[in-house]
Nanobody, 123 residues
Framework: QVQLVESGGGLVQAGGSLRLSCLAS????????VGWFRQAPGKEREFVAA????????VYVDSVKGRCTISRDNAKNTVYLQMNSLKPEDTAVYYC????????????????WGQGTQVTVSS
C-alpha cells in the first residue's frame, strides 16, 4: 500500500509559478508510475501529467505542455509538478496518483490517491 501527501498549492497571480510535491510512503516507490490530476469546481477530474517509475518517460495533457514539468526523486519518494505561466483556468484541486504498473502513465492510471492540494490562480 502507498500513501500519498500533496503539498505546494496556494494562491498565485496569473503568470506566476508553483511547484507541487507528492510525498509517498513505502520502500518500492520507484516501482510506481505517478501522475497528477486536477479537478475544478463543477468539472470532472482531469489528467495533467504522469511519469514512469524510473523517471525516463513523461506525458502531459495538451493544455499544460510547455508550462509544466513533472519530475521525481526516488531517493526522496517524491514527485514534483513544476507549473509556470499559470492561468486562471489552472485553478483546481490537484491530486497525485500512484500506479503499481511502473510504465502505466496516462488518464486511466491510478490505484492510490492523495487528498489533494488547492491551486488558485487569480487574474
Amino acid at each position: 500500500q502507498v500513501q500519498l501527501v500533496e503539498s505546494g498549492g496556494g494562491l498565485v497571480q496569473a503568470g506566476g509559478s508553483l511547484r507541487l510535491s507528492c510525498l509517498a510512503s513505502g520502500r518500492t516507490f520507484s516501482s510506481y508510475a505517478v501522475g497528477w490530476f486536477r479537478q475544478a469546481p463543477g468539472k470532472e477530474r482531469e489528467f495533467v501529467a504522469a511519469i514512469t517509475g524510473g523517471g525516463s518517460r513523461s506525458v502531459y495533457v495538451d493544455s499544460v505542455k510547455g508550462r509544466c514539468t513533472i519530475s521525481r526523486d526516488n531517493a526522496k519518494n517524491t514527485v514534483y509538478l513544476q507549473m509556470n505561466s499559470l492561468k486562471p483556468e489552472d485553478t483546481a484541486v490537484y491530486y497525485c496518483a500512484a500506479d503499481p504498473r511502473p510504465v502505466n502513465i496516462g488518464a486511466t492510471m491510478g490505484t492510490y490517491w492523495g487528498q489533494g492540494t488547492q491551486v488558485t490562480v487569480s487574474s
